[in-house]
Nanobody, 125 residues
């Protein structure tokens, strides 16, 4: 069974940066498409970024494009989310998610079988 463990969340001022990490275990990481989602209080879980298993594609939601960067290190079974120029509207619980193989179109939460426990990101104004 694949397990995902996020870390790196915290409290930061607007304009600041954070880097989230998600370590995977129990599967062949190189065959998993990995994604980051977030959920703010009272809102639905939304797609943030995706890194395909084949490492040829990364994608972002419009709200984070140009500010966030997703990357993966298959040797460390880890996916990262570098978040720059954070804004109060980025405040949410951030989750990493994984699925076998997949495609760039897999941006819906229901398309992922494996989830981490989430890490809180709070951006103060």
């Amino acid at each position: 069974q694949v397990q995902l463990v996020e870390s790196g969340g915290g409290l930061v001022q607007a304009g600041g940066s954070l880097r989230l990490s998600c370590v995977a275990s129990g599967g062949t990481f190189s065959t998993y498409t990995m994604a980051w989602f977030r959920q703010a209080p009272g809102k639905e879980r939304e797609f943030v970024a995706i890194a395909l298993w084949s490492q040829v594609y990364t994608g972002y939601s419009e709200s984070v494009k140009g500010r966030f960067t997703i990357s993966r290190d298959n040797g460390k079974n880890t996916v990262y989310l570098q978040m720059n120029t954070l804004q109060p509207e980025d405040t949410a619980v951030y989750y990493c998610a994984g699925r076998r193989y997949g495609a760039w179109t897999n941006i819906g939460p229901n398309e992922y079988a494996h989830w981490g426990q989430g890490t809180q990101v709070t951006v103060s104004s």
